[in-house]
């Protein structure tokens, strides 16, 4: 097993929540609706139904793109993707093929290692060393499909779903571990969450995950596998790759296969898929063969993949532009009006905690990893003195106080706390009379000069009052008791 390395790319499908779909009106929202209710002749496929694209759709893609530092073009058009399936009415999809709304992005994440390690990411707040960089190849905008369910021998087929507005973000094969990729995916759906474009529920399917995933052998600079020069010598699995450079020493070469386990809808999941799949590919290139190209699904129930169908090329979708929707031309000032409406990222608000509230970069992540707390945390603030803002990510944090009070209950409440105790006069006069008469030699000793003693009977009065006192007070009325 230790011979090769895992190499995994991800295209990532999230469903939009605009109002309508991404060619009709029909509601985009159809989840829990009865079955075929929610259709019309331009998404069931009809003859002749013209397909009107959706603006806010278009914007909203272009948004992720730009989140995910993607370069945005100022032409690009759609594309039809014909494959035959049952789900699919019209038999072929509207997509984007070479000219998408982005391409060249990046997202860069604290490494797995480091998130578990609230030390050392505290120290690396402002310029993180061991964050990782993974490269997204493009963000492109298509229809989803109708859904299938198959019940006994049949096998039913419901159009509610068909013609909502399907982002799908690609990235390079840049993984080699599964913790990266469960980082990877955490941010990506905080980031989601934060433009406030779609649920990225994976339960409901609104994000799915869909892993291609080979292994690779690591081969010493000696071996004579050299990297290939001027771009790749052979196919690589996927289009536009370019291969990893070199790492200590050791040269890499991406495998000539890969597997993609398809719609998957929870991390979970992904995980088992990609951890049978590595287990399931180095057996068969321990025999000297290469893995099958191909498309998996994975059963839940079992934990296994299962193969599909062979992996078909972009020539067998036949894609050409489609005819009824014109290109998309954006100008620089469309496309820049388009980046003024995407508010603070979580990347530029854990920054924002740690440098203006001074929080641990952990408490930061923790706070901002969703946005729903970080926007109840900022609620709070507005209602308490500046200088408590650690107290009130710590209470949050810590559940001290439940987050379901209103944000100014929960002001209230931190506010009551941090105050000193009333404590009772009478009480304390007879605890501090009681511990002076039952150490009597320290008394003396303090008497005789051993100031230092005050102390030792500031603990022992705090000791049996539990901490309900306020030592500035204690420490007069026991120099008063002993003058
Ligand atoms: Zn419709």
């Known amino acids: 097993m230790n011979k090769y390395t895992l190499v995994v790319g991800l295209e990532i499908h999230v469903e939009l929540k605009t109002k309508s779909k991404m060619f009709c009106q029909c509601s985009a929202d159809y989840f829990g609706k009865e079955p075929n209710t929610n259709t019309c002749p331009v998404c069931l496929g009809m003859p002749g139904a013209l397909p009107v694209p959706n603006r806010t759709a278009i914007e909203w893609a272009i948004k992720i793109g730009q989140a995910l530092n993607c370069k945005i073009n100022n032409h690009s058009k759609f594309d039809r993707k014909h494959y035959f399936y049952p789900d699919l009415p019209k038999a072929y999809q509207i997509s984007q ?16 290692a480091k998130q578990s390690n609230s030390k050392e990411i505290a120290t690396s707040t402002t310029s993180p060393r061991n964050d990782k960089t993974f490269r997204i190849t493009r963000v492109h905008l298509e229809e989803d499909t109708g859904k299938l369910t198959h019940e006994g021998d049949d096998s039913l087929v419901d159009f509610n779903r068909s013609s909502v507005p399907l982002v799908e973000i690609v990235t390079e094969p840049d993984f080699d571990n599964v913790e990266d990729i469960k980082a990877f995916l955490e941010e990506l759906h905080t980031i989601i969450k934060y433009l406030d474009v779609s649920d990225a529920n994976m339960e409901e399917g609104s994000m799915r995950i869909e892993p291609n995933i080979s292994l690779m052998l690591v081969h010493p600079p000696s071996s004579g596998h050299p990297l290939p020069e001027g771009g790749p010598a052979h196919d690589l699995p996927f289009k536009g790759s370019t291969p990893p450079k070199a790492e200590g020493g050791m040269l890499r070469e991406l495998p000539h296969y890969k597997v993609e386990v398809k719609n998957i809808n929870s991390f979970n999941f992904a995980k088992k898929a990609i951890e049978y799949e590595m287990i399931r590919q180095a057996a068969i290139l321990d ?20 193969s599909q169908r062979s992996k078909e090329d972009a020539k067998d979708y036949r894609y050409f532009p489609e005819p009824d929707i014109p290109p998309i031309e954006l100008t620089d000032k469309e496309i820049e009006d388009i980046r003024s409406t995407i508010s603070e ?16 970069a952990s408490d930061a992540a923790l706070l901002c990893r969703d946005i729903e707390i970080s926007q109840y945390f900022e609620k709070v603030l507005a209602h308490i003195d500046k200088g408590f803002e650690v107290n009130v990510s710590n209470a949050i944090i810590n559940k001290k106080i439940s987050t379901d009070l209103s944000p100014e209950d929960f002001a209230k409440q931190l506010t009551e706390m941090a105050k000193p105790k009333e404590v009772d006069e009478d009480k304390l006069a007879s605890v501090i009379a009681s511990v002076l008469s039952s150490n009597p030699k320290q008394v003396e000793s ?17 000791k049996e009052m539990k901490g309900q006192a306020d030592p500035q007070m204690l420490q007069k009325l026991i120099e008063e008791k002993l003058s």
């Open 97 to 112: 093929y070479d000219e998408p709304f982005a391409v060249g992005g990046e997202l860069v994440i604290a490494s797995a």
């Open 287 to 306: 025999k000297g063969e290469t893995p099958t190209q191909e498309t998996r699904g994975y059963n839940e129930d079992k934990k296994i993949t299962y």
């Open 345 to 360: 990222l979580p990347a530029e608000r854990r920054a924002r905690y740690v440098q203006e509230y001074n929080l641990k």
């Open 446 to 462: 303090y008497k005789a000069g051993k100031t230092g003693l005050l102390q030792f009977f500031i603990g022992q009065v705090m």
